[in-house]
């Protein structure tokens, strides 16, 4: 099987899409004939034509309330927010017209539509280019939100996202572009050609939204990660030597409340991880749930390991990050607990 | 004294010039437009400049954005004092086509004052009614074609009447009722009729506009005939969804006319406030090179000439049109406000355009196709066809009667399908 990285995975779904369906169409700033700024649209502009793959001027809002129009006329635009940093001028254009155009006109105008965001850090980006804002998404009724964590999910959840009929908002995280990144910024990164999940399918594959994957089995504590904190995870457990099951949630919204119900309930114990900050993260949603769901079965705390409540910074970055030695010892501490 | 000048000398020449002395300081102050008059004031429309009617040329629909900046700043009329259609924008309608036009606005003013009335009654929450501004939506929807849509914002129920929706599901809409084709999801009179070229009004201002051109532009995309057609109000042009819009419009020629309807009033913040130091709202299209023109919103057939020029323009491929509709919103911005606290209560009467009903009725009796006694028997008729159309609709239930969409409804159509979590919330609220 073909290995990819996560930009060519990414670059492969829209090239599926594209080629399966006439009313897919991609645009965004420098998405054209550059080919996006990570080069997630390259070649799709010469393959499929200047009307269906296009420079937009610099205005989010514009690229998506653009698209809400499309997507309301019957096409299935899957656009570029350059970084998920930007897309505040466009936020009420997704909150207020894609979430709810469907309910508001019961279902005479729908919107299909799919905003990709480059997300998270780890990449020097400071405060502009590195935040994650998830929970701006799942706490907005009408939409669902997607964090893929390697190639191959990035592949089959993109090619679902673009078939939904509803708007998904679709965090990409940049860190991860190349490669898995373990969390030890100063060691070298390991290309996706080396990991197994860098192993893509070719042509069209769905990997169904609302279904999260156990990344690696164990017994003494349930992880709850996504995105870049996957992989941070699965090293923090290894470099603790902790027998723990990390759940990749793949899908914040809708949620696989299932697994991650049967997981806790066999270890007892549960660690959040997220990158983004702590007070209304989406971990906190994760908590609450959790509790609500395993309260019975909890033998400590839920614990959650986030980015510190303080805009991203800059030289301070691995400062912030929520890396393999905080998650370490959150996990320690449940276990003592 | 500086000399300011000295500024303007070429880079080598000022190299060898005394250094330019600051000015004093002055103290800054901050403008802030006011009306020309306030409660208590006499009403003073002459800062409205108002050409005759027929003044102004109508150009080719080719023509180049450049060659027709005047009619940015003019007013394209056809209807004299007299009541005779004149100029070069007269001629397109027929007198069945004008007699329609004059049903339509006394059937939206008839309906206006009947649900005015149900909001005053408790049998509706809000309303909002188009008194003054008839012509603009009734006579542009005339220039429409099957499949043409709409993105318009709450006073534009003229182009449902005109375009032959059911006066029983608008005021179902209202009542919120079991009949509500929304099914009381939506604010009264935020409707939507895909079938009728109607986009959902989202309640938000200005959101529509700039999806107005993407839905032209996924028409273009498709080599679709289809056009869009945007409207917002003179005080939302301010939000930046408007400024997007022209960007989007003009950078991809997309075939849509973007519309702003100039009421005077953004509830109590009159227009000065939205329009700053540009000379009109038209004017905001000239810097995209947009072909812009302003029209007497009160007069239907310059509303439908003018609208006729520019979807013929965004069918013919040519590129989008702004067009500003000079009118007046004679009545209170919705049920919640009393325009008596913002203007002088008599501005209406004073406003320079007239009534848009009143001006088509008495060209039509200078035709000779109308008389004052059939006007006055048609509005009877119609009174009877819209309180007919009241009573079912309240048979099927008002606000706050037994007779409304169900709990389990509103869990509905969030989604294509309901996800978990919102299936168990569903079940929790035992509906």
Known sequence: ???????????????????????????????GYFGGVFRATQGLQAKYGTSRCFDTPISELGIVGIAVGMAAYGLKPCVEIQFADYMYPAYDQIVSEAARLRYRSNGQFTCPLVVRMPTGGGIFGGQTHSQSPEALFTHVCGIKTVVPSNPRD???????????????????????????????????????????????????????????????????????????????????????????????????????????????????????VHEATL?????????????????YHLEAPIVRVAGWDTPYPHAQEWDYFPGPARIGRALIETLEA | MPMPDQNLTDDTMSSRREPVRSPEPVPLKLHVPEPAVRPGGKPDFSNIRIPRAGQVDRPNVDVDAEAIRDLAFSVIRVLNRDGEA??????????????????????????????????????????????????????????????????????????LIAGGYS??????????????PLKG????????????GFFSISGNLATQYIQAVGWAMASAIKNDTKIAVAWIGDGATAESDFHAALVFASTYR??????????????????????????????????????????????????????????????????????????????????????????????????????????????????????????????AEILDTVISAQKEAESYGTLHSEQRPTARDMFEGVF????????????????
């Open chain 1, 1 to 31: 099987m073909p290995r990819r990285t996560m930009i060519e995975a990414i670059r492969d779904a829209m090239d599926v899409m594209m080629s399966r369906d006439d009313d897919v169409v991609v645009f965004g700033e420098d998405v």
């Open chain 1, 154 to 272: 990035a592949k089959g959840l993109l090619i679902s996202a673009i078939e939904d009929p509803d708007p998904v908002i679709f965090l990409e995280p940049k860190r991860l572009y190349n490669g898995p990144f373990d969390g030890h910024h100063d060691r070298p990164v390991t290309p996706w050609s080396k990991h197994d999940l860098g192993e893509v399918e070719d042509g069209h594959f769905a990997i169904p939204l609302g279904s999260a994957a156990i990344r690696r089995q164990g017994q003494a504590v349930t992880i709850l990660a996504y995105g870049t904190m996957v992989h941070v995870a699965q090293t923090a457990a290894a470099e603790a030597d902790i027998d723990a099951e990390i759940i990749d949630l793949r899908t914040l919204l809708p949620l696989d409340l299932d697994t991650i119900e049967t997981s806790v309930k066999k270890t007892g114990r549960c660690v959040i």
């Open chain 1, 279 to 295: 007070t209304s993260g989406f971990g906190a949603e994760l908590c609450a749930l959790v509790q609500t769901r395993c309260f």
């Open chain 2, 86 to 159: 004149v100029g070069p924008w007269a001629g397109a309608l027929s007198e069945s086509e004008l007699l329609e036009g004059l049903r339509h606005m006394m059937t939206l003013r008839a309906f206006d004052a009947r649900m005015q009335m149900a909001q005053r009654q408790g049998k509706t929450s809000f309303y909002m009614q188009h008194m003054g501004e008839e012509a603009v939506s009734c006579a542009f929807r005339k220039a429409l074609l099957p499949g043409d849509m709409n993105f318009p914002t709450y006073r534009q129920a003229g182009l």
């Open chain 2, 167 to 180: 006066l029983v599901e608008m005021a179902c809409q209202i009542y919120s009722n079991t009949h509500d």
């Open chain 2, 185 to 196: 999801r939506q604010l009264p009179v935020m409707y939507s009729s895909r079938e009728h």
């Open chain 2, 254 to 379: 997309a075939p849509v006319v973007l519309n702003i309807v100039n009421n005077q009033w953004a509830i109590s913040t009159f227009q000065g406030i939205a329009r700053g130091g540009s000379g009109t709202f038209a004017a905001r299209g000239l810097g995209f090179g947009i072909p812009s023109l302003r029209v007497d919103g009160n007069d239907y057939l310059a509303v439908h000439a003018v609208a006729k020029w520019a979807c013929e323009r965004a069918r013919r491929n040519l590129g989008p049109t702004l067009i500003e509709h000079v009118t007046y919103r004679v009545g209170a911005h919705s049920t919640s406000d009393d325009p008596a606290g913002y203007r002088p209560k008599t501005e209406s009467d004073a406003w320079p355009l007239g009534d848009p009903v009143i001006r088509l009725k008495n060209h039509l009796i200078v035709r000779g196709a109308w008389s004052e006694e059939r006007h006055k028997q048609t509005e």
């Open chain 2, 416 to 431: 294509a399908e309901m996800p978990p979590h919102l299936r168990r919330q569903r079940q929790e609220a035992g509906v």
